[in-house]
């Protein structure tokens, strides 16, 4: 079965520029997270989705930051403009429902130079 | 708020050995969850093991198991037999089962195997 996939799995570009974040999760999962890994800050939950409707966005770091799920089937996270700080290896994951175990895909490693 | 503490940063075991990882958490919920994922080199997240807070009985994984200890708000990762491809960073999570459901993780403990 195919896993929750990311794209791209690796990206570096320039400070101000617009970055685009994807995601398809586990079909027939209905939650869906992303999530962000630094050194600093270890891992951290950005915002989440049940059934395409933001639940919990108070981890997006700023106005910058945004995230959509248009359908069950893809979310975007956004980063506009993007600065250094916004290096990481960004995550996203997926649910079949509550109680159930967060499945996560391969990451996005985004360079800002 | 709930958090996750992991007090090992590294630990190193030699092949065929046994080691335990450690995690202690804090919550004021009754019902949750734990989980031990594992990240290798590559970055991806992988689950090791999970453990329903309402089961008494420690879950169990192959070579993979847990010591769970609700009073003490403890639950360590015991690897048997280690392999090398078990060298990862490993983190332990809490995740409530009701109300925000998200994921807290602890700061991982990176562990290397001896060959």
């Known amino acids: 079965d195919a896993g929750v996939i990311q794209s791209p799995r690796h990206e570096v570009t320039e400070m101000g520029q617009e970055v685009t974040l994807r995601c398809k999760p586990i079909s027939g999962h209905n939650s869906l997270f992303w999530y962000r890994q630094t050194m600093m800050r270890g891992l951290e939950l950005l915002i989440y989705?049940?059934?395409?409707?933001?639940?919990?966005d108070s981890g997006m770091p700023e106005d910058r930051f945004s995230a959509k799920m248009p359908n069950a089937s893809f979310s975007t996270l956004k980063i506009q403009p993007s600065e250094p700080r916004d290096s990481a290896v960004y995550f996203c994951?997926?649910?079949?429902?509550?109680?159930?175990?967060?499945?996560f895909g391969e990451g996005s490693w985004l360079t800002v130079v | 708020a709930q958090t996750v503490t992991q007090s090992q940063p590294e630990m190193s075991v030699q092949e065929a050995e046994t080691v335990t990882l450690s995690c202690t958490y804090d919550?004021?919920?009754?019902?949750?969850?734990l989980f031990w994922y594992k990240q290798p080199p590559s970055r991806q997240m992988i689950l090791v093991i999970r453990?329903?807070?309402?089961?008494?009985q420690n879950a169990t994984e192959n070579r993979f198991s847990v010591n769970f200890q609700k009073a003490a708000k403890s639950f360590s990762l015991k690897i048997s037999d280690s392999q090398l491809g078990d060298a990862a960073m490993y983190f332990c999570?809490?995740?409530?089962?009701?109300?925000?459901?998200?994921?807290?993780f602890g700061t991982g403990t990176r562990l290397t195997i001896i060959p």
């Open positions: 989705f049940n059934n395409n409707v933001p639940i919990d």
């Open positions: 453990q329903e807070a309402y089961k008494q």
């Open positions: 994951a997926s649910r079949l429902g509550p109680g159930n175990t967060i499945y």
């Open positions: 999570a809490y995740r409530p089962n009701f109300g925000n459901e998200k994921l807290t």
């Open positions: 919550t004021s919920e009754s019902d949750y969850y």
